[in-house]
C-alpha cells in the first residue's frame, strides 16, 4: 500500500522559507516521479515541482522557478521541497503526489494515484 505523508508546513513571513519533507513507502515501481502539488482557497490544485527518482529529472511551475528546490535522498525514500523568497501568494495546502512515469508536464491531479493528506503553508505580508 503506498503512502505518502508530508511534514514540515507552517507560517512564515514574506520572504522567509520552509522545507517540506514527504515521506514515500510502499510503492511497486523501483523508479517513479513524486511532485508538490499545492490548492489556495478558491482555487483549482496546481503543480509547483516534480522529480524522477531515477535521474532526478525535475520540473517546476513557472511562478516558483529560482524559489523552490525540489529533492530526494533515494535511501530514504524522502522527498524535499525547499522554499525560499516566500510570498503571499505560496499560501496554500501543499500536498505530495505520486505517479510511476518521467514527465516534463504536471498531470493533472484526477490522473495521479497517490497523495499525502497535505500540510499548511501560511505566508504573511
Known amino acids: 500500500q503506498v503512502q505518502l505523508v508530508e511534514s514540515g508546513g507552517g507560517s512564515v513571513q514574506a520572504g522567509g522559507s520552509l522545507n517540506l519533507s514527504c515521506a514515500a513507502s510502499g510503492f511497486g515501481y523501483t523508479y517513479y516521479s513524486v511532485a508538490w502539488f499545492r490548492q489556495a482557497p478558491g482555487k483549482e490544485r496546481e503543480g509547483v515541482a516534480s522529480?524522477?527518482?531515477?535521474?532526478?529529472?525535475?520540473n517546476y511551475a513557472a511562478s516558483v522557478k529560482g524559489r523552490f528546490t525540489i529533492s530526494q535522498d533515494t535511501y530514504k525514500h524522502m522527498m524535499y521541497l525547499q522554499m525560499n523568497s516566500l510570498k503571499p501568494e505560496d499560501t496554500a495546502i501543499y500536498y505530495c503526489a505520486a505517479y510511476s512515469y518521467k514527465a516534463s508536464f504536471f498531470p493533472r491531479s484526477a490522473a495521479i494515484p497517490y497523495w499525502g493528506q497535505g500540510t499548511q503553508v501560511t505566508v504573511s505580508s
Open positions: 522529480i524522477y527518482t531515477a535521474d532526478n529529472f525535475s
